[in-house]
């Protein structure tokens, strides 16, 4: 019998053609709905490997029924939507899909602090509303993105692929992480500074932290007071690394200016919640990686990283390195 592959959401056949030949597969029917989680468990009994995404929790109860699973294949480079340390306990290997989308993810991340900035998505609103009535002096003015600062909270791959940027720009480019880069100090000349420091002295604060539990909630009430008054926050990485209705209440209040978000704390948010209802909230569905290259490219390691587990081989890119232990 074939090892049995179960892919939690539709993908291109094309993604996943070179795993038909050894393997089983089989695939959730629909694209823009996640597997309801007893589909899941049920396929995570049969299953030798999944291929996630990470709007599923593949947590203990999976690992528990999954007893023949060798490996999950997250189709992101985030991997907190899985219980790695349970994975790790039955010898399933975890991968992602690091390098493959940092450029992409950069892209989107400066596009939505520039979209922020010079107010776009209001802009091309009120020209599809019919509502231009005349050039006018002030309308719409946003702020500016040159010359300005930017604080990087984060600086992993995605993190100095957002500051590379930022020279563009000539931005001066401060970070917070949690060891310093020299690379980043050295080639882009980025400069580390405490998260305080960060928070009060940059015009963009743009978050590229992982979610763990050292940086959940980290933006709080107190961290939106102490910014600038004309700061733009911009949340490519986590919605959970933010407490969204201190998020409001700062943008609200104007105690900053504008905030560009592609994640938030409950995915998908309904177009009902508050911070939505906020003009100065540019906000976007999750989509810091897809461009078409990109996420074909994510799909095809996900698929070569289940194959290279499956025939008992080192995957191209491993989250629990110590998995064979
Ligand atoms: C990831 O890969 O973790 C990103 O959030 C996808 O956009």
Known sequence: ??????????????????????????????????????????????????LTMLSDRIDEEVFNVGKNLKVVANLAVGFDNIDV??????????????????????DLTFALLMAAARRIVEAADLIKEDKWKSWSPLLLAGQDI???????????????????????FDMAILYHNRSRNMEVEEAIGAQYVSFDELIAESDFVVCMTPLTEQTRG?????????????????????????????????????????????????????????????????????????SIETRMTMMKLCADNISLVLSGKEPKTIVNKDWKN
Not at 267 to 272: D, R, T, V
């Open 146 to 168: 040159h010359h300005k600062t930017i604080g990087i909270v984060g600086m992993g791959k995605i993190g100095a692929a957002v500051a590379k940027r930022a020279t563009g």
């Open 218 to 290: 980290m933006f709080t009430r107190d961290v939106f007071r102490k910014m600038k008054k004309t700061a733009i926050f911009v949340n490519a990485a986590r919605g959970p690394v933010v407490d969204e209705e201190a998020l409001y209440d700062a943008l609200a209040e104007g105690e900053i200016a504008g905030a560009g978000l592609d994640v938030f704390d409950k995915e998908p948010i309904s177009a009902s919640h508050p911070l939505l209802k906020l003009k100065n909230v540019t906000a976007i569905p999750h989509i810091g990686s897809s």
């Open 1 to 50: 019998m074939k090892p049995y592959i179960f892919i939690t959401r539709k993908l291109p056949d094309e993604a996943v053609e070179g795993l038909r030949g050894n393997y089983e597969v089989s695939m959730w029917v629909k694209e823009e709905m996640p597997v309801p989680r007893e589909r899941l468990l049920e396929e995570a009994t049969k299953a030798d490997a999944l």
């Open 85 to 106: 340390p349970a994975a790790a306990r039955r010898g399933i290997a975890v991968c992602n899909t690091p390098d493959v989308l940092t450029d992409t993810t950069a």
